[in-house]
């Protein structure tokens, strides 16, 4: 059965508004004055493939171009692309919204510079790309002269950031972090790396379409709406597939689950434990599995043998049949059962260890390399452009300020750069920052401790399309252009299918934003390091590289996509398993643990409950949005346009709320939000409230997000970091509600 879009949609929480999305956006609104498209169904003049960048999955989308009664091409509508294989012809929400972000009234429009002003003041003159390309170049020297190249740092979120990279190699820095690590799925990488040699990577190539039982543990998809996930998700419902929702929420899965468990925020790996005392006491594991592919089985057993779901109960809230009648459903459909690997994974600070125990419990079904579980990713090779070497070895990234911490982190914490920036924590403090496309007011935790930071800058330059808060406490702000204005690097990641991606600009870049690459080679010749950036413009160094990797140019240019051989995935399709672990088998005791002075196997550790009269804070997120650069994006605030506060029902009669009342939330450091609207349901715990990320924005350009809804990155002044791999754990802020007068 095909899936169509509107069953695609209906996932998620709101499905008849997003349907009505879709065939409005190419028609209502353009932020331009007195100029629409005279055909509102039109399919364009030409369509350019591309790939998307409202979130981190790069579906690939089909842009329709079509010339206006102005002489002027734009993008009048986006649609998904048939031939890629992380859209197959469909988009989420968010994805056909795409020129919402493109005509957004209020991007960043020409190059800013700083006044006399003070950082944080949001007063800056317009200037020239010629002056605010000097000023950069010139302040990045001096830092690096007077600092040496490791005092510089790259923050960056979006693949445009490429270029980027390679011009802080090029100028001697290391210091280069996307928060997508430390503050969201590090956690998750290093506890998968640990138990099978391997993280779960970015796009998760897991086989939800083929599994009989799928179990998500805080993992909201269908809110979270990853495009091909949530197709495979959906056809595996629309064939029956048993559905297990761990969630103090009442999720959008939740409403799809054969069973929810409401568990006690908190308390995962004691549920983790007593599932898998429960498969191993009742012999439901794969023994041939674990017998020819793991190690430590013994040691487990014994850990987990006193872990009964009667211990985990009063821990967890869950009932006792519960945990049995679920632990025995997973077996029983395995190894055909998806543990599914979530993608944020710092909640408590112990996340390496719960996704650990995650791993574990999939190894026991025996669904890694499995169908229906854990697919082996492949990827295919794209040559590099023939660049000059960088000239110096540049040092280990500084994102430590001391030495030892987080042993087992395999890739730079931007928490960790922002730590070491702050005076006095460290010997030696960065001084200069290059922040391309990542909010870090929004995206790192603790707020106050990033404004520290960067008040003691040398230097700061913020590269984005839209006025963020990070933009307000910058030296230098330069436009880019948005993804369908601009052509990347090639994109080849690993996946179930191996592939190469394309994007390229469908139109030409308005206002005066530059694209990426132009600004990181225009900053290249005026430091002396022209060399590193030899080619004309980014549409030659991609052909080059694609000719160099024996790619059809011409195919990839027209179809946006050109795919690899497809090769076994699974142990059924004939794929022999191997773990690039110590021991080279899944390690469910993990002595490298051991010997730094972690638990080699995953305990339970009871977190900080909240005090009385507050309330743990647990986010999400709503399906037409992404972080808080899509909240500004007025196609998609049609959906959605204001985060509400879920309070329990009872909770909230008890306080003297109901439904519909304006209240604030007051954090345990007393930061407050902007008021926002109490949502009185059934659908949450009484111990936690929800609220949905990426509101209550206070930049003021952003005029349509500004002050809308309430931020949770403002109240998130606590967290707990990982000591394994340095995660910023952040389920750990509790908030008070108060009425608006
Ligand atoms: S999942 Fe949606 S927003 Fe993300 S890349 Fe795909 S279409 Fe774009």
């Known amino acids: 059965m095909s899936l169509s879009r509107r069953e695609f949609i209906k996932i998620g929480a709101g499905a008849t508004a997003a349907v009505g999305l879709g065939s409005g956006l190419v028609t209502q609104w353009w932020g331009l004055d007195n100029n629409p498209i005279p055909n509102p169904n039109t399919e364009g003049d030409r369509i350019v493939p591309t790939f998307c960048e409202l979130c ?168 979270n709406m990853h495009n091909t996930h949530v197709q495979d998700f959906s056809r595996a419902i629309d064939r029956g597939a048993d559905i297990i929702v761990v969630d103090p929420r009442y999720s959008t899965a939740a409403s799809k689950a054969r069973h929810w468990l409401p568990i006690k925020p908190g308390t995962d790996i004691a549920l983790l434990l007593a599932w898998m005392h429960v498969i191993i006491t009742e012999k439901r594991y794969d023994a041939d599995y674990i017998q020819k592919h793991a190690i430590g089985f013994d040691e487990l057993k014994k850990h987990v043998e006193a872990k009964t779901p009667e211990w985990a109960y009063p ?115 960065l001084k200069g920052w290059i922040v391309y496309g990542t909010n870090l007011i929004q995206s790192l935790p603790d707020y106050r401790k990033t404004v520290k930071a960067i008040q003691a800058l040398d230097f700061i330059v913020t590269v984005d399309v839209l006025p963020a808060e990070i933009c307000g406490w910058s030296d230098v702000v330069l436009p880019e252009s948005t993804y369908l204005e601009r052509t990347d690097d090639l994109w080849n990641p690993g996946y179930r299918e191996p592939f190469v991606a394309m994007r390229q600009q469908a139109v030409e870049p308005l206002y005066q934003s530059k694209p990426g690459w132009w600004m990181a080679k225009e900053l290249a010749n005026r430091m002396g390091l022209a ?156 111990d936690a409230v929800y609220i949905v990320h990426g509101y209550g924005h206070t930049a003021e350009g952003l005029k349509f997000a500004y002050k809308r809804g309430a931020s949770d990155s403002l109240l998130t002044t606590n967290y707990k970091v990982d000591p394994i791999m340095g995660g910023t754990g952040m389920n750990v802020n509790f908030v008070r509600i108060e009425g608006v007068a």
């Not at 040559?383 to 300020?401: E, G, N, S």
């Open 531 to 686: 060399a590193y950036f030899p080619w004309k413009d980014s549409l030659e160094y991609v052909r080059e590289r694609a000719t160099r990797s024996g790619l059809d140019f011409d195919t990839l240019q027209a179809k946006g996509v050109v795919k690899g051989a497809v090769v076994p995935t699974t142990e059924e399709q004939g794929l022999t398993l191997s773990f690039d672990t110590e021991s080279g088998k899944i390690e469910l005791y993990n002595q490298t643990l051991k010997n730094l002075g972690f638990d080699p196997i995953p305990d339970y550790y009871p977190v900080e409950e909240p005090p009385a009269g507050s309330f743990r804070l647990i986010t999400g997120r709503a399906p037409m949005h992404t972080f808080g650069r899509t909240t500004n994006n007025r196609f998609l605030s049609e959906c959605y346009d204001e985060n509400e506060v879920w309070v329990n029902a009872d909770v909230a009669k008890g306080l003297g709320f109901k439904n519909g009342d304006r209240v604030i939330l007051v954090n345990q450091d007393e930061v407050r939000s902007e008021p926002i609207s109490l949502r009185a349901t059934q659908r949450v715990r009484g």
């Open 315 to 429: 821990i967890t809230g869950i009932r006792p049949e519960k945990i049995r009648e679920t632990a025995r459903l997973m077996a029983g459909a395995a190894p055909a059962t998806l543990i599914h690997p979530g993608r944020r994974s710092t909640w408590y600070g112990d996340d390496t260890q719960r996704e650990r125990g995650k791993a574990i419990l999939a190894a026991l079904l025996g669904s890694w390399g499995r169908e229906g579980g854990y697919l082996i990713p492949s990827k295919m090779s794209v040559q590099p452009y023939p660049d000059q070497p960088y000239a110096q070895t540049p040092k280990a990234a500084l994102d430590r300020v001391k030495e030892g911490l987080y042993p087992l982190a395999d890739e730079t914490l931007a928490s960790g750069l922002c730590d070491i920036s702050v005076p006095g924590e460290a010997a030696m403090n």
């Open 56 to 223: 981190f999955w790069k579906c690939g989308v089909l842009a329709h171009v079509k010339k206006g009664p102005d002489g002027q091409e734009r993008v009048v509508k986006i649609t998904g692309n048939p031939d890629h294989p992380l859209s197959r012809g469909k988009l989420c929400p968010r994805g056909t919204g795409g020129t919402g972000l493109l005509y957004d009234p209020d991007r960043l429009k020409q190059p800013l510079v700083r006044t006399k002003s003070k950082r944080g003041e949001d007063i800056f003159e317009a200037v020239s790309w010629e002056t605010a390309l000097d000023e950069v170049a010139a302040k990045l020297m001096k830092v690096k002269e007077e600092h040496g190249p490791e005092a510089l740092a790259l923050f960056s979120h979006g693949f445009g950031g490429s270029w980027f990279k390679h011009l802080l190699k090029a100028m001697g820095s290391k210091n280069i972090a996307a928060p997508s690590y430390a503050q969201c799925r590090g956690p998750r990488e290093v506890g998968y790396w640990l138990t099978f040699g391997s993280g779960i990577g970015s796009p998760e190539a897991v086989d939800a379409e083929h599994a009989r039982c799928i179990v998500l543990m805080g993992s909201h998809l269908g809110e």
